[in-house]
C-alpha cells in the first residue's frame, strides 16, 4: 500500500512540475510569473510553453534572453487569437525584444532539442 501511495505522489508531482508540455528535462530550475517565464537546466528535450500576461498603456514588448551552450532551442510567441508574434528556431546565445500590439495574454512556448543553457521571457 505504501509504495502504491508513494508512486502516486510521485505521479502528481510530476504532473505539477511541468506548465503545459511534453519534455524530458535533467535538473531544471525554474521561475515564473504573470509576466515572465525564466528558466535553466542541464538538458531539455521536449517542449513547454505557458501563458505571459502583459498589462498597461503604451508600448508592449518581450524582452528575450537565450542562452545556448548545445544543442538547440526554438521560441514561439502568440497572441490570445493564435496568432504568431515571434518564430525562432535554432537560437544561439542572445537577447532581443519582440514588439506586440497590446495588453493580453499570450502563449510563449519554447522547443528543446538536447538543448543545455537558459531562457528568459519577460512581458513589458
Known amino acids: 500500500m505504501k509504495k502504491i501511495v508513494a508512486v502516486l505522489v510521485i505521479a502528481v508531482c510530476l504532473a505539477g512540475c511541468t506548465a503545459f508540455g511534453s519534455s524530458a528535462v535533467l535538473i531544471m530550475n525554474e521561475d515564473k510569473g504573470d509576466n515572465y517565464w525564466k528558466a535553466d537546466y542541464v538538458k531539455f528535450n521536449g517542449?513547454?510553453?505557458?501563458?505571459?500576461?502583459?498589462?498597461?498603456?503604451?508600448?508592449?514588448?518581450?524582452?528575450?534572453e537565450i542562452v545556448t551552450d548545445s544543442g538547440e532551442l526554438g521560441l514561439t510567441i502568440k497572441d490570445s487569437e493564435g496568432e504568431e508574434c515571434y518564430t525562432g528556431n535554432d537560437l544561439q546565445s542572445t537577447s532581443f525584444?519582440?514588439?506586440?500590439?497590446?495588453?493580453?495574454?499570450?502563449t510563449v512556448r519554447v522547443d528543446a532539442d538536447d538543448h543545455t543553457g537558459?531562457?528568459?521571457?519577460e512581458g513589458e
Open 47 to 64: 517542449y513547454k510553453e505557458r501563458y505571459i500576461s502583459i498589462s498597461g498603456e503604451g508600448e508592449h514588448t518581450f524582452s528575450v
Open 97 to 106: 525584444s519582440v514588439g506586440v500590439d497590446s495588453p493580453g495574454k499570450y
Open 118 to 121: 537558459s531562457f528568459n521571457v
